[in-house]
């Protein structure tokens, strides 16, 4: 089975904002699977641990993770959603895919 890193933007200064940034990459990680993929999508793992502890700098705490699972996949997913392209975060999981010589994709697919 190939391995997707789902990366989709997140960060934003509204709660309701990043809720539904949440929702649409649980529901873009829900047909990822059902299409055969292993996925894994940080904003899913993370979004409750942001909401519990507010003082964790979600920037600092993620990119471990990122460079973990990113080397983990086989193939860097990346969810296009409104405003996805100015997301620093999305940048910054294409350049580390890019080095270490995976593909990227997008998806709804193009």
Same mark, same amino acid.
């Not at 933007?9 to 059902?34: G, T, W």
């Not at 502890?53 to 296009?80: G, R, T």
């Given at each position: ?9 997140? $960060? ?11 929702? +649409?990459?649980?529901? @873009?990680?829900?047909?990822?699977? +059902? ?5 894994? @999508? ?9 909401? @519990? ?6 920037? +600092? ?9 990113? $080397?983990?996949c086989d193939i860097l997913c990346v969810l296009k959603t409104p405003y996805y ?5 999305? +940048?910054?999981?294409?350049?580390? @895919? ?13």
């Amino acid at each position: 089975m190939i391995k997707l890193y789902l990366a989709s933007a997140y $960060n934003d200064p509204s709660a309701d904002i990043r809720e539904i940034n949440y929702m +649409k990459a649980v529901n @873009a990680c829900a047909e990822l699977h +059902k299409l055969g993929y292993i996925v894994y @999508a940080p904003i899913v793992s993370w979004h409750q641990v942001a909401i @519990a502890c507010p003082e964790i700098d979600e920037i +600092k705490a993620w990119i471990p993770y990122e460079i973990a699972f990113l $080397n983990w996949c086989d193939i860097l997913c990346v969810l296009k959603t409104p405003y996805y392209s100015r997301s620093k975060g999305i +940048k910054r999981e294409i350049r580390y @895919a890019k080095k270490l010589g995976k593909p990227v994709m997008y998806f709804p697919w193009e």
